[in-house]
């Protein structure tokens, strides 16, 4: 995969928030080929939105021990000023008084994504809802996937969520990588891990529109 004669960053996850991030809201690069796109099946996943719940003092703990913040005040006022990005992701709030980002806040607290909403209970306890899975930028799987289902070809999925990308055949394929210390064939490892990534049952085209992505 190509953006300008280079090879591109074909990162990819699992399932969207209903548009995919742009880079620089999760790495700091701002990538033209990675600036968003639609992708709205995602929305109709099956652990599209998953909830988790946290005690007062399993919050404290993970906020004192994740990021270094010691929670004062009433839990119903740890978490505000939401700031999001274009594609509904958290880009910043205020933690306990200190600003972090949606992704900082998300490793913190071991959330499927940065799309997410918290609802604290008074007397009760933290419900984390979030949406989708993954990161966000670049490929979803699942929407490769349905993309596929509908009839679109590996090409059109990977224009679709890298646009002004292209794809190259390589006349410089290896026959082999080494991986955990092993000479791998190629072709093994890129079916292994497309397999792996994305799922053997996968229609043909986002099982080629994965392994574009891997081999690159």
Not at 124 to 147: L, P
């Amino acid at each position: 995969l190509l953006y300008e004669g280079a090879a591109a960053a074909a990162s990819y996850f699992a399932v969207s928030a209903g548009h995919t991030e742009a880079s620089q809201n999760v790495w700091d690069t701002a990538l033209p080929y990675l600036q968003g796109v639609d992708s709205p099946a995602d929305k109709l996943a099956e652990d599209y939105a998953r909830s988790i719940t946290y005690t007062p003092q399993q919050m404290s703990d993970l906020l004192i021990m994740e990021l270094g913040i010691t929670p004062t005040g009433s839990p119903a006022d740890y978490f505000t000023d939401y700031r999001y990005t274009d594609a509904g992701y958290v880009k910043s709030l205020t933690v306990c008084g200190t600003t972090v980002t949606g992704p900082k806040l998300r490793a913190a607290l071991a959330l499927r994504s940065a799309c997410f909403a918290i609802h604290y209970t008074e007397g009760g306890d933290f419900t984390i809802t979030t949406y989708g899975y993954g990161h966000g930028v670049g490929m979803s799987q699942y929407g490769a996937r349905q993309m596929a289902r509908d009839g679109s070809s590996y090409e059109e999925i990977i224009t679709h969520y890298y646009p002004g990308s292209s794809i190259k055949e390589d006349s410089a394929t290896p026959l082999a990588i080494k991986y955990g210390g092993k000479d791998i064939p190629i072709v093994e490892y890129l079916c292994r891990t497309t397999f792996r990534e994305i799922g053997d049952n996968s229609p043909i085209e986002a099982l080629k529109a994965q392994v574009v992505c891997v081999y690159t």
